[in-house]
C-alpha cells in the first residue's frame, strides 16, 4: 500500500493516512482505504480500528489537483468510486474511530462522519463539509451523514453556507464528540473504540447495523441520477472556474 | 395579482403578502403565491427571493372566515390546492428566505417553514402551528416541515398542543434563526438570502433540492387519504363548532 | 389480570403495573398490558391513559430469569409477542402519558418511550435502553423509539454504550419531560394526559397518529430476519453466559 499503513495492536487495527503532505483523496488512496476496510472487516483476529492522519492533516478532501485532470471517463469512474467507499465505511459493522489530527474539510470530513466517533486535536484545525463553495453539488447520501450527528437543521443550514468548523465549534455542534491536545489524541480514541470492543462483538455489531438501517440504505441507494447531475455540474465551466483558482492557490509557493 | 405585489431589486424578488389587515389566506391568494413562484423558478433574471408580509403580520394562516362558508366541494378542492402549493413552495428551488414581520400562525408558520432561512420581528408576535386547537388535524407532511427545523420531539410534542411561540421561543427552538427590529427586517432577511446568491447558482440549488428529498417526498406524497380524514373532521359538528366561535371572536367589533 | 390492574377516574384509565418486587415483564404481563390497551382503544368511556408501576420500579424490564429458561419454541414466541406489543402501544391513538415511579430500564423504558410524555420521580433511580451489555441485539423498530424524543446521534451513541440515565440526566437529554417528588408523580402525569384530553378528540389523536406515520411503520415493519439474527445471538454461548451471571446476581440474597 502507497497511501496508508496499517499495524494491529492487541487486536485493534490502527490505519494511518499517509499520502503526500496533507493525505488528499485520489483514486489510488480510496481504492486502498476500501480494500484494507474489506480485509479487516473479514479479518478475525481484529475487533475494531482507528483511522488517523498525519501531523495537523487528517485529510483535506478529495485532492483536487488530480481531479481536476481527470478525463470524463475518469472523473465519472471516481465519483462512483468514492460514493460506494462512502457507502462501505458506512455499512462496517466492526468498532471505528476516527482520531482527527488536524484539517479534516470535505472529503476528509466524510471519512470522519462514517466512523462511531470522533476525537479531534486542539489547534487551529478546520472540519466540515465545503462541497457548495467549491461548486461541487451535495448528494442526499452525503446530507443523510450530516444529518445523523448534527440532526436536519444543522446539517442544512451548514451545507449551503459550506460552513468550516474550529474544533472548539465542531464539539458544540456534535460534530466531533471529544476535543484533546495533539498528542494525547491517539490515547482518548483507543479508549473509545476498546471501550465498544468490550461487549460482545456480535451484539454490538448487529445493533450498529439496525442503528444504521436508513443511513446505510441513503448510502448504498442508487445514485446514478444525482451523480449524472453532479459530473454535469462538475463539467460546467463556473466550477471549472472556481476549481482552477482553487488549484492555482494550492500549487503557489507559500510566501 | 389582488392579494401579493413582487417587486424586482438587483436579482433579487421581494414578495409582499398583502390581503386585508393580516394577510389571512384564501383560495385566490395561495393561487397567486403558486403562480409567482412558479414564473419566478422560471425566471433567468431571478436569483433569489424574499417573502414578507405587512406591519404586525406576515400572516394569519388560513382565512377561517371565508374557508367556512366553502361547501363540500370547495372545502376539499381549497385544501388540496393548499398542500399542493406546500409541496411546491419545499421544492421551489432558488434561495428563499422569510422577513416574518408580525404575526406568523398556522398557514403562515407552514410558508416561513418551507423557507431556508427565517428573520423574525422582535414584539409582541406569536408563531407555530395551532392546528390542533382549531380542530384541524396536521397531516404527516406538515409534521415533516416542523420536525425538519425542530426536530421529531420537539415539533411532536409542540403540535400536540398546538404551542404558540413569541419570538424569543422560536429562536430558541430553532424555528427561526435570527430576530431583529421591525425596521431592519428587510436589510437582515436580504443579508442572508444574497449570501445564498452569492455561491454558484446550479450548485447551491440542486444541493438544496439533495438535502429536501425526504421533505420534498413527504410534502409531494399522495395525501388523498389523510384528507378524506381530515376533511370529515372539518365538517364534523366539533370542528364547526370550533371554527364557529374563532370566527365570532374574529369578527366582533374590537371594543 | 394477575399483573396490571386498572381503574378508571372520569374517562381517563390508570393502568397499574404490578407484578413481583420489580414488575418485569413476562409473556403473561405483556399479553395482559396488550389485551387491556386493545380494550381500551375500543373503550368510548375512556379518553386516555396513564401507565406506572410501584415504588422504586416502574418496570425492571423484561423478566430475564423467566426467559432464560424458555425454549427455543417459547423464546421466538415472546420476542414476536413482544415487538409486536411494541408496535401496538406506538400506534395507540389515545393521549398516552408514562408516570415512572422508579427505575425503568430496557423493556420498561421501550414502554415509557412510546407514550405521548414521561413523568419521572427524582431519586437514585436509572433509566435507558442497556440491551447491549447483556447480550441482546437492538433491533431497528426500537431505534427509531429512541431517537424519535433523544434524535439520532444521541440514541445512536447511548444505545452503543447501553448507557442507563439518572433521572436528572434522563431530563437533560430528552428521554423524559418532567421530574417530580415521588408524591406528585400521579397529579403530574394527570396533569399532562388531561391538557391532552381537552383537545376535540378524534382532531387530536389523528394528528398523533400522523406524527407518528413513519414510527409506526417502523414498529409495525416485518422484523423476522432482524428478529432470527437476533434469537442465533440469544441462544450462543456468550449471550447465554451474560445472561446466566446476570440472573445469578438477581436470584443471590441481598447481604
Aim: proline residues 3%; hydrophobic residues 45%; neutral net charge.
Amino acid at each position: 500500500m502507497n497511501t496508508i499503513s496499517t499495524s494491529v495492536k492487541d487486536r485493534l487495527a490502527i490505519i494511518t493516512l499517509n499520502r503526500g503532505k496533507s493525505n488528499s483523496l485520489n483514486r489510488e488512496m480510496v481504492t486502498e482505504l476500501s480494500d484494507m476496510l474489506h480485509n479487516i472487516a473479514q479479518d478475525e483476529n481484529i475487533g475494531g480500528v482507528m483511522i488517523t492522519g498525519k501531523d495537523h492533516f487528517f485529510s483535506a478532501g478529495l485532492d483536487l489537483i488530480e481531479l481536476y485532470h481527470y478525463n470524463e471517463e475518469e472523473a465519472k469512474s471516481f465519483w462512483h468510486l468514492f460514493l460506494g467507499f462512502t457507502a462501505q465505511i458506512t455499512a462496517f459493522k466492526k468498532p471505528l474511530v476516527a482520531a482527527i489530527n488536524g484539517h479534516s474539510p470535505a472529503g476528509g470530513c466524510v471519512i470522519a462522519l462514517a466512523c462511531d466517533a470522533r476525537v479531534m486535536a486542539e489547534g487551529k484545525y478546520i472540519i466540515g463539509l465545503n462541497e457548495v463553495p467549491v461548486g461541487i453539488i451535495v448528494p442526499h447520501s452525503i446530507f443523510s451523514m450530516y444529518a445523523f450527528w448534527l440532526g436536519k437543521s444543522n446539517a442544512y443550514k451548514n451545507l449551503l453556507e459550506g460552513k468550516l468548523f474550529s474544533p472548539d465549534e465542531a464539539l458544540a455542534i456534535g460534530l466531533v464528540d471529544e476535543l484533546t491536545k495533539s498528542e494525547s489524541i491517539l490515547t482518548a480514541a483507543e479508549r473509545r473504540v476498546r471501550k465498544y470492543m468490550a461487549f460482545e462483538a456480535n451484539t454490538w455489531q448487529q445493533s450498529k447495523l439496525n442503528l444504521r438501517k436508513d443511513l446505510i440504505a441513503a448510502t448504498s441507494a442508487d445514485q446514478s441520477k444525482d451523480l449524472e447531475i453532479m459530473l454535469k455540474q462538475w463539467w460546467s465551466p463556473s466550477t471549472r472556474a472556481i476549481l482552477k483558482s482553487l488549484i492555482d492557490g494550492l500549487q503557489k509557493p507559500k510566501s
